[in-house]
C-alpha cells in the first residue's frame, strides 16, 4: 500500500513539472510575440515621421524667420561656403520646386524681408539682394504697396529702391509718409543727443541714429513723385474704374502734371489733375515721371 502511495505521489510531481514547463514555453511565446508587436509598432512610427518629414512642405517664414540673420546673396548660394548657406539652399530648392508658379507665391511674404536697422533692439538682418530676387524670379511688379509702405516706416532705403527699379508709381500718401517719417527721425536724434535717448516718460526709445536712411528716402521719393499725363493723341482718357472699358468720365491733356492718389493696383491708379482738378483712372502707360 505503501508504495503505491509512493508511486503516484512521483507520477503527480512528474506532471507537475511537465506543466510548468509548458507554462513556461508559453509565457517565452507571449513576450517574444509581444516584443515583436512592439517593435513593429516602433517600426511603424520611424517610418511615419519618415514619411511626415519627406511630406512637410517648407513655408517662406521657414526660410526667413523673425530672430535670423542672412548676410549671404543669392549669388553666395551657387557655390555655398558652410553648412548654413548648404543648408538654406536645401530649404530654397524645395521651396521654389513647391511655389513654381507665380500665382503660387504671396506678396505680403516680401514683408519678412524688410529690415529695420534703426530699432536698437532689432534681432534680424537680411541681404536686400534677396527682396530683390524674390521680385524678379515671380516677376511681381503689382500689389507691391504694402511693402513699400513696411519700407519707409523700417527706412529700408534699398528695399524701397528695388520696389522703385519695377516700375513702381508712388503715391501722394507714401510721399506724406516719408515726410512724417523724415520729421520723426530728427525728434528721434533730438531726443538721443540732449535726452539720453529718453523720451519724456522716462522710457528709452531704441533709436540707432547712425542706421537712419529717413532723409534718402524723402529725398529720392520726392525727386520720383513728378508724374504728368504723355499720350501721342494730345489727351488721355479719365475712367470710372480699374478697367480698359469702365466708362470715360473725360479727358486729360497730354503733359499735364498730375496726383497720385490710388496706386494699389499699379495697372490702373486713380489720378486727379493739378491744373483743372479732373480725376479718375488711367492706365499705368500713360504716366511718366520727369
Known amino acids: 500500500m505503501t508504495k503505491k502511495i509512493f508511486k503516484l505521489l512521483i507520477v503527480i510531481i512528474i506532471f507537475s513539472c511537465k506543466d510548468k514547463e509548458v507554462s513556461n514555453e508559453n509565457n517565452k511565446t507571449q513576450r517574444t510575440t509581444n516584443s515583436v508587436k512592439v517593435n513593429d509598432s516602433n517600426k511603424t512610427e520611424d517610418i511615419e515621421d519618415m514619411t511626415n518629414q519627406k511630406i512637410k512642405s517648407i513655408q517662406f517664414s521657414d526660410l526667413f524667420n523673425e530672430g535670423i540673420i542672412i548676410n549671404f546673396s543669392p549669388k553666395d548660394l551657387e557655390n555655398p561656403s558652410n553648412e548654413e548657406e548648404i543648408q538654406f539652399k536645401e530649404k530654397l530648392i524645395k521651396f521654389e520646386k513647391e511655389n513654381s508658379k507665380k500665382e503660387n507665391f504671396k506678396n505680403d511674404n516680401l514683408l519678412n524681408l524688410i529690415n529695420n536697422e534703426t530699432f536698437e533692439n532689432c534681432e534680424y538682418y537680411i541681404n536686400s539682394d534677396w527682396l530683390n530676387y524674390f521680385i524678379e524670379k515671380y516677376s511681381i511688379s503689382n500689389k507691391l504697396k504694402e511693402v513699400m509702405i513696411a519700407a519707409i516706416n523700417q527706412e529700408d532705403y534699398n528695399a524701397v529702391k528695388i520696389i522703385l527699379k ?19 527721425t530728427l525728434i528721434n536724434i533730438e531726443i538721443n543727443k540732449n535726452r539720453k535717448g529718453l523720451d519724456e516718460n522716462g522710457e528709452p526709445i531704441f533709436y540707432r541714429d547712425s542706421k537712419s536712411k529717413s532723409k534718402q528716402i524723402n529725398e529720392l521719393l520726392n525727386k520720383k513723385y513728378n508724374y504728368y499725363i504723355f499720350d501721342k493723341d494730345g489727351h488721355c482718357n479719365l475712367r470710372d474704374d480699374e478697367f480698359l472699358n469702365s466708362y470715360i468720365k473725360g479727358q486729360i491733356k497730354s503733359g499735364e502734371h498730375i496726383d497720385i492718389f490710388n496706386n494699389e493696383n499699379q495697372e490702373w491708379l486713380y489720378i486727379k489733375s ?11 502707360s500713360r504716366i511718366i515721371s520727369k
Open 274 to 284: 493739378k491744373r483743372n482738378k479732373e480725376e479718375g483712372y488711367v492706365h499705368k
Open 166 to 184: 519695377t516700375g513702381y508709381i508712388i503715391s501722394i500718401d507714401e510721399v506724406k509718409l516719408s515726410d512724417e517719417i523724415l520729421s520723426n
